[in-house]
C-alpha cells in the first residue's frame, strides 16, 4: 500500500491514463475523461486554499469562469492566438484572484465563505449582465481549440485528450512540490491553527494570499483549457453549483491531500455518467452513497489510506524502537 | 529583556489589563499568578502582538513592539506557548516541529517551483532545528508517533519544542503544566529550568502554587487586570492582598 500511496501509485494513474485511449470504447468517453482532467485542474487548485490552507473559497468556479471567459473572449472577439490566450487566462484569473484575496483574506473562516459565495454571485452577474464584453446569455460560440505548436497538432480529440493530460501532471507536480515543501507546510500550519502559526512567525496574510492567488491561477488555466475543449461559454460556468461539484471531488478524494482532487474527481464523473440513465434520480442514488462515504471515510478516499498507512508506519517505528531497547538491555545484562 | 510601561487593554466597557508595568529580567523565570479571569492570558496575548493594547509601551530589548504584529514579535525572538496546544493532532510529533523554524528561513513560491538550493539547505536547517528541540526536551524516542497518540505532558513538551524552534530569547508559558499529574509537573519544571540554563528567559501563567513557588524568581499577582503585588515567592506567600484575592478577605483579616 505505501508504494501505491507513493511515486508507484503516481506512476500507475500515469500508465492507466496513457493507455485509457485504446480501451476507451469511444470518442465520447475520451472527450469525458478529459474534460474530467480539466476538473482535476481546478480542483486541485481549490484544494491548495481549501484543502492545505483551510479557507473555504465558494467563488472557486468563478475564477474558473474567468479564465474560460479570457480565452474565449480573446480569441474570438479580439483575435488572439489560442495560446497566448491561454497563458493570459491563468494570469487574469490570478490578478482577479489576487484583489479578491486581499478584500476577502482578511475574514476569517465563515465570514470568508460566505464573502466569496457572494463573490461567486457577483462574478456570474457580471458574466450574464455585461453583455457588450460578455455576450450576456447568449455565451461565446465558437471558440477555437488548441491551436498548433510546430509540428504538434491538437486537431483530433486524442491529441487534446493528450494536452489536457500532460497540463493536469504539470499541475499535479507543482502541486507536489508545494504541498511537500517548507510553503506548504507553511500553509498547513495556518490550516491547523492561525493562532499557533502567528505565534511561530508567520505571516497569515502574506501566505494565504499566496496560496489564494496560486489557486486562482490554477482555476483560471482550467477555465482556459475548459473553453479550448467545450469550444462554448455561458455564464452557468461560474454557478456555485459548479464550485459544491468541486468540493464534492476534494471530499470524495480527500481534502488535502495531493491525489484526492484526482481521485474524487474520476470516481463522481463517471459515477453520475453511467448513472445517466436514471436522469433526474440519479442523485436519489449518488445522494445517499455520499452520505455513506462521509460518515465512513470522513476524509475521503486518499485521506483515510493516508491515515491508516501514517498509524502503521507509527507502529511500525514504535515496534522497532522496542526492539532495539530491548536488544540494547539484553547486551547489557549479558556484558 | 522586556519591559511593560503602564499597559492597558479595554474590551468595550470590560477593562481586561488595567495600568499594569512590569519587567522581566534576562536569565530570569517570571510567574504570573491570579485567579481566573484576572487578565493573564490577555496580558500575554498583548506581549506577543495577538492583541493591540488600548495604551501603555511594551519594550523588548530596547526597541519599542507595541504595534508590531504577532508574527513580528515572533521574528523578533518572543515566543509563546498556548494553554491548548493547538498542534496538528494528524501529524507525527517530527512533522509538527518541522514549521517551528519557518520564520528563520526566506524560500518562497519560486524557490519551491526550482527546487533551488536555498530552499533544500533551509529544509534541513527546519529538520535539525525539530531533532535539536526534540533532543532537548526528551522526546526523541516519539518523534514518529501521531500528536493524536501521545500523552498531555508528551504535548507540553511538544509546544515547548516548536516554541523553542523558533530561537526565542524569553518564552511565554501558558499553563504549562495544566492538567498534567504531580509528578510529569516536576519533569516539567525540571524542563523549565534547564530551558533558563540555556540562555532562555520564561515568563510562566499558572496555577500550580507548588510549582511556581518552587521555580519563580519573582512573581507578580493580577487581579481584575490590576497588579496587585510583586515579589519574591516568600513575599507573595505572606502578601495580605494576594491573601485576600485568593481566599477571601475573611481569612486575610484571620
Redesign the interface.
Known sequence: MKFLLGKGGALLCLVLAILFPLVASNEYHIYLMSLAFIWVIATAGLNLITGYTGQLNLAHAGFVAIGAYTLGLLTVDYGFNFWLAFLLSGLVSGLIGLLVGIVSLRLKEHYFAIFTLCVGFIIWQLLEKWEGLTHGVHGVIGIPGPGAIGPLSFESGLAQYYLVLALMVLALW?MH??VT???G??F??IR??E??????????MRNKI?AFV?STVMAGFAGGLYAGSVRFLDPNLSSVTHTFDMITYALVGGLGTLFGPVIGTLIVTWVSQYLQFLQDYRMIVFGPLLVLLVIFFPRGIMGHMQ?RL??R??QQ??AA?RGSANAAQEAETNA | MLKIENMTKRFGGLTAVNNVSAEFEQGKISAIIGPNGAGKTTFFNLV?G?HKPTSGRILFKGTDITNL????I??LGV??T?QTT???E???VF?NL???H??R?R???WD??F?SRR?RE??RA?REKAEEVLEFVGLS?IA???IA?ISQEERKRVAFA?AM??EPSIVLLDEPAGGVNPEETVGLAELIKKMVKHGLTVCLIEHKMDMIMNLADTIMVLDHGEKIAEGTPAEIRSNPKVIEAYLGSEHAAA
Not at chain 1, 493562532?195 to 497569515?204: D, H, Q, T, V, Y
Open positions: 507543482l512540490r508545494v515543501s517548507l510553503l507546510r507553511t498547513i500550519a491547523n491553527s493562532e499557533l502559526a502567528e505565534a511561530l512567525g508567520i505571516n497569515l499566496l496560486l491515515q501514517a498509524q508506519a507509527a517505528a514504535e524502537r | 506577543a495577538t504584529s504577532a508574527d513580528q515572533a521574528r515566543a509563546r498556548f493547538h498542534l496538528f494528524q501529524a507525527s512533522d518541522i514549521v517551528g519557518r520564520l528561513t524560500s518562497g513560491f519551491v517551483v527546487n530552499l533551509e529544509e527546519c524516542h514518529h508517533r501521531m497518540d516548536l524552534a523558533t
